[in-house]
C-alpha cells in the first residue's frame, strides 16, 4: 500500500476533521461568553436553545448553524431507518423455532446491526462539534459542515 497516495484510506480519515476553521473572525469576548451554550447545538432538540437564547451572538450562531444540521441528518436518518426496519420486517416475519417465538432470523438481523451502525458516524460528529465548541473553535463539521441554514 502507497502512503504518498491522496486516495489512501488512512489519509482520508486523518484528514477528516481537516476543515474551515474561522475563529478568527469572531469576536473573542463572544467566544468565551457562548462557548457553554454553543455545546447545546450538538445535543439533538436541544439547539432550538441557543437558537432562540443567543440570537445575537455571532459565535453560538455558527454552532446552531452546525448543530442544527445535524439535528436534520439525524432525524432524516432515523426515519429512513424506520422505512427500512418496517420493509424488513415484512420481509423477514416472525418464526417459531421448536415451540417459541424464534426471531426473525440472520440475516434480518445482520440487517438491522448494519442499519444502526450508522448511529456511529453521526456521534462521532456529535463529539467533534461539541469539543470545538467547547474549546472556542468554530470549525465546520466533517461532511455536513459546509451547509448553511441560519445566516
Do not use: C
Amino acid at each position: 500500500m502507497n502512503n504518498e497516495n491522496p486516495n489512501n484510506f488512512k489519509d482520508k480519515v486523518k484528514n477528516l476533521n481537516n476543515t474551515a476553521d474561522t475563529t478568527s473572525e469572531f469576536d473573542p469576548k463572544d467566544v468565551s461568553d457562548n462557548k457553554g451554550i454553543s455545546v447545546l447545538s450538538y445535543l439533538g432538540p436541544l439547539v432550538f436553545i441557543p437558537m432562540f437564547a443567543k440570537k445575537d451572538s455571532k459565535y453560538a450562531r455558527f454552532h446552531v448553524n452546525q448543530g442544527l444540521i445535524l439535528f436534520i441528518v439525524y432525524v432524516g436518518y432515523t426515519v429512513l431507518q424506520n422505512i427500512l426496519l418496517s420493509i424488513l420486517r415484512s420481509i423477514f416475519p416472525w418464526k417459531w423455532d421448536y415451540g417459541y417465538l424464534g426471531g426473525r432470523g440472520f440475516i434480518f438481523d445482520a440487517l438491522s446491526t448494519i442499519l444502526s451502525l450508522v448511529w456511529i458516524p453521526i456521534a462521532i460528529i456529535a463529539i467533534i462539534g461539541i469539543v470545538n465548541a467547547a474549546s472556542g473553535k468554530a470549525k465546520e463539521l466533517p461532511l455536513i459542515g459546509k451547509f448553511k441554514l441560519l445566516k
